[in-house]
C-alpha cells in the first residue's frame, strides 16, 4: 500500500496563446475546471498503474469538496482519511499557455489538516511500503509524517512544492527528494550538478523535456525524457513521482524506475489536466517499447 499524505484541490483552468504580463489583459481561449492538488494528483498517478494507494488529506464543506471526494472514489483511490472540515475546499487557479503552466494555490482545507490527525494513523504509516509527500501542507503535518516514517522506517518520496516551504533538516528523513531545475536551485543555491553530488541517490531533479539527473555516488546520470507532442504540462511532476512510487515499492533499480516515471510524465502532458492525462500501466509499458523498438 503507498499513501500519499498531500493536498486536494479543484483547479481552475483558464487557457490563452500567452500569458498577460503585470497589468495586462489577454484574450482567453478556454476555461475549464479540473481535478487536481499535487497530493491527490500523486494518488491517482499510482492508482491508474495499479497500486493499491490511499490519501491522507482535507477538504472543505463546500460542493468542491464533495466534486473531489467523489473524483478519488471514482480513481479507486483510498479515501478513509480525507478529512472534511468547515470551509472552502482547496483551490489552484491555472493560467495555461501551451508552453507551460502558471499556478495560485489557495490552501483552503489543506492546511486546516493538523499534525495530531497524522499521530491518530501511526498505524497507517507503519503499514505503508512507502509514503509520499508535498509541501502544499501546514509544516508542522509534514514534520510528523516525516517523524513517524523515520520512527517505522517507511520510505519517503518528497516533491519539495512550493520550494519555500522546503527546509534542509528535511532531508536526512527523505529516501527521495524530487524538485525540479527552478525548485533545485532556490533550495541549495548551488548547481544542481554540485546539489545532486552532494545528496547522491537521494536527490532527483526533473529537467521537463531534457530528463532527469541524479548522482549515483560514482557520477553523474542523467535519465532521458521521452518526447510528447505536449497539450497541458500540469500535473507532469505528480505523474513522475507516482510512477516512480509505483516502481520503487515494485523493487525496481532506481534508474529504470526514473525511465518508466519519464515515460508516464510524458504521456501525461499529451492530455488536458493534471490527472486527465495520466497514463495505465500497459500505455506506459507499450511507450517504452515503441522507444526501444525506435
Ligand atoms: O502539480 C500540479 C498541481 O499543483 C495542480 O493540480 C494544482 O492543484 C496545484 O496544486
Same mark, same amino acid.
Given at each position: ?6 493536498? !486536494? ?18 484574450? =482567453? ?10 497530493? !491527490? ?7 491508474? %498503474? *495499479? ?31 480525507? #478529512? ?29 489538516? +493538523? ?57 536526512? #528523513?527523505?529516501? #527521495? ?11 541549495? *543555491? ?16 526533473? %529537467? ?5 539527473? #541524479? ?21 507532469? *511532476?505528480?505523474?513522475?513521482? =507516482? ?27 499529451? +492530455?488536458?489536466?493534471?490527472?486527465? *492525462? ?15 523498438? !525506435?
Amino acid at each position: 500500500m503507498i499513501t500519499v499524505v498531500g493536498s !486536494a484541490n479543484v483547479d481552475v483552468i483558464a487557457e490563452a496563446e500567452i500569458f498577460p504580463v503585470q497589468g495586462e489583459t489577454v484574450r =482567453g481561449k478556454s476555461f475549464q475546471t479540473a481535478p487536481g492538488g499535487k497530493g !491527490a494528483n500523486q494518488a491517482v498517478a499510482c492508482a491508474k %498503474l *495499479g497500486e493499491t494507494v490511499q490519501l491522507i488529506g482535507s477538504i472543505g464543506s463546500d460542493e468542491f469538496g464533495q466534486t473531489i471526494l467523489a473524483n478519488l472514489r471514482n480513481q479507486k483511490v483510498g479515501t478513509a482519511y480525507i #478529512y472534511q472540515t468547515d470551509g472552502p475546499s482547496g483551490v489552484a487557479v491555472i493560467l495555461l499557455t501551451e508552453e507551460d503552466n502558471r499556478i495560485i494555490s489557495i490552501p483552503g482545507a489543506n492546511h486546516a489538516l +493538523k499534525p495530531e490527525r497524522i499521530k491518530e494513523l501511526l498505524d497507517v504509516i507503519r503499514n505503508s511500503q512507502l509514503v509520499m509527500i508535498q509541501l502544499e501542507l501546514p509544516k508542522s503535518v509534514v514534520w510528523q509524517v516525516l517523524k513517524l516514517c523515520k520512527q517505522f522506517q517507511v520510505p519517503v518520496v518528497m516533491d519539495p512544492a512550493p520550494s519555500g516551504s522546503f527546509q534542509l533538516d528535511f532531508m536526512p #528523513y527523505l529516501t #527521495y527528494l524530487t524538485p525540479n531545475e527552478t525548485e533545485c536551485a532556490a533550495i541549495f *543555491g548551488a548547481s544542481m550538478e554540485e546539489a545532486a553530488e552532494k545528496y547522491p541517490n537521494q536527490l532527483l531533479v526533473t %529537467l521537463g523535456s531534457k530528463g532527469v539527473c #541524479y548522482h549515483d555516488g560514482e557520477r553523474l546520470i542523467h535519465v532521458d525524457a521521452v518526447p510528447a507532442k505536449v497539450i497541458d504540462t500540469t500535473g507532469a *511532476g505528480d505523474t513522475f513521482n =507516482g510512477a516512480l512510487a509505483s516502481q520503487l515499492v515494485r523493487q525496481c533499480d532506481l534508474q529504470q524506475a526514473i525511465q518508466f516515471a519519464n515515460a508516464a510524465a510524458s504521456l501525461s502532458i499529451e +492530455k488536458f489536466g493534471a490527472q486527465g *492525462g495520466m497514463p495505465s500501466r500497459q500505455e506506459v509499458l507499450r511507450k517504452i517499447e515503441e522507444m526501444n523498438n !525506435a
